[in-house]
């Protein structure tokens, strides 16, 4: 399975933009790269996902490294209710590798 | 986003009891759900994976005769533990994939809020 590699946690100002970054050096042509976060006693949500070229939505932007062996997941104003768990997954065309499995992710905390 | 709705959201229930949770995509088809199960202070990890009409496929230590998962429509899936013991007191996570074709690299998941089961 294709690993991704995350700091255990950050920290950031409110209305501070904050990256947060995601290795995942030994990426396949096909797979694509998944931001979920986790708020408190909650399931996860979707935040974004890419495969080669930078996206952006309304909640966040990806940035990915030409080469794909790393991206980072951009929100561009932190608010508290940001703070969560940010999981950056690798998620493959078929079987095994098209499973979404959760690492340890990065805690991200938000101060005023 | 599409919404899944997980029910209920927390139980207690005694020990040797069963408990059922209910799964359901309130607005798009699901042929494809997934149970996931959540320790304190620790990740999510893959219990299931649902087909609608079809048996669910089990990760490797995770219990079929236990863990009771059943997907007979394209909106809903149930989980039931049975004979809940105190070491089956988990967070329990659905998800539903949405959209299949392409295939499954770029499909999103969505997920319920979670059940958090306590048994006593």
């Known amino acids: 399975d294709a690993k991704t590699t995350q700091p255990n946690s950050m920290e950031s100002n409110e209305e501070e933009p904050v990256h947060l970054p995601c290795n995942h050096s030994?990426?396949?042509?096909?797979?694509?790269i998944h931001w979920y976060r986790q708020l408190p006693s909650q399931g996860p949500e979707y935040v974004i996902h890419g495969l080669t070229s930078n996206v952006n939505n309304r909640m966040a932007s990806l940035a990915i490294a030409e080469d794909r062996k790393s991206s980072t997941l951009i929100l561009h104003r932190a608010t508290l209710r940001d703070a969560a768990v940010y999981y950056c997954i690798l998620r493959g065309y078929t079987g095994t590798a098209s499973k979404l499995t959760f690492g340890t992710g990065t805690r991200l905390q938000v101060t005023l | 986003g599409a919404v899944v709705s997980q029910h209920p959201s927390r139980v207690i229930c005694k020990s040797g009891t069963s408990v059922k949770i209910e799964c359901r995509s309130l607005d798009f088809q699901a042929t494809t759900m997934f149970w996931y199960r959540q320790f304190p202070k620790q990740s999510l990890m893959l219990m299931a994976t649902?087909?609608?009409?079809?048996?669910?496929?089990?990760e490797q230590g995770v219990e079929k005769d236990k863990f009771l998962i059943n997907h007979a429509s394209l909106t809903l899936s149930t989980l039931t533990v049975t004979s809940a013991h105190p070491e089956d007191s988990s967070f329990y996570i659905c998800s539903a994939r949405y959209g299949t074709s392409g295939g499954c690299g770029k499909n999103i998941q969505y997920f319920g809020a979670g059940t958090r089961l306590s048994v006593l």
């Open positions: 649902s087909n609608e009409g079809s048996k669910a496929t089990y």
């Open positions: 030994t990426i396949s042509g096909t797979d694509y």
